[in-house]
């Protein structure tokens, strides 16, 4: 595919238009390599997973911009990095907390705050999955809580994958949006 430009362009400005059939083919094309990436810098298999699938829902949303990339292979793998990093910093983030709550467990006013900021965290999220609409909040719950991935989705609601990915990145959004509002993050 990377070897016949006009080919490659062709595809490209089909996905910009929204062609699933050919962001489908795009990605067979892609995903090995950009997995192949994403492991050797995120080395869990679940996580680059996760990773993955953040990166394919992020190529979609913005597949405005692919007929204007020049360097497609640099411009994905870069993109692919920024995900793994993103992740990372999620996890760095994460484990941060972790260490502090802990720390501040010696003490028994800190624990109450923790447990405390954590059960409103717990409480901003369940409002923002309530405030969903259905089809969008039925895809996220069966994500986050039944551990299905987008074909698995797709295939139970007989929706396409991409669908259900940008289903799933728009609930996310929206639910980081609650925390921030909520200064949360």
């Given at each position: 595919m990377h070897d016949d430009l006009y080919t490659e362009k062709a595809i490209?400005?089909?996905?910009?238009?929204?062609d699933e059939r050919a962001f489908a083919q795009f990605f067979k094309a892609i995903s090995p390599g950009i997995a192949n990436v994403v492991r050797k810098v995120v080395k869990q298999e679940d996580a680059a997973h996760e990773?993955?699938?953040?990166?394919?829902?992020?190529?979609w949303?913005?597949?405005?911009?692919?007929?204007?990339?020049?360097?497609?292979?640099?411009?994905?793998?870069?993109?692919?990095?920024?995900?793994?990093f993103t992740w990372l910093n999620r996890q760095a983030l994460l484990q941060q907390r972790l260490a502090d709550i802990r720390n501040a467990g010696q003490t028994s006013v800190n624990e109450t705050e923790a447990e405390l900021s954590y059960r409103e965290t717990q409480r901003i999220i369940a409002n923002a999955v309530s405030a969903l609409p259905t089809q969008r909040r039925q895809i996220y719950e069966m994500s986050r809580q039944e551990g299905l991935n987008a074909t698995e989705i797709a295939n139970i609601l007989r929706l396409s994958p991409s669908y259900v990915r940008n289903t799933i990145s728009a609930a996310l959004q929206f639910i980081r949006e609650q925390l921030k509002q909520a200064g949360k993050l």
């Open positions: 490209l400005a089909r996905i910009a238009d929204g990773v993955l699938q953040e990166f394919f829902i992020k190529l949303l913005h597949r405005d911009k692919l007929p204007a990339v020049d360097q497609l292979n640099a411009y994905l793998k870069r993109m692919a990095l920024n995900e793994c």
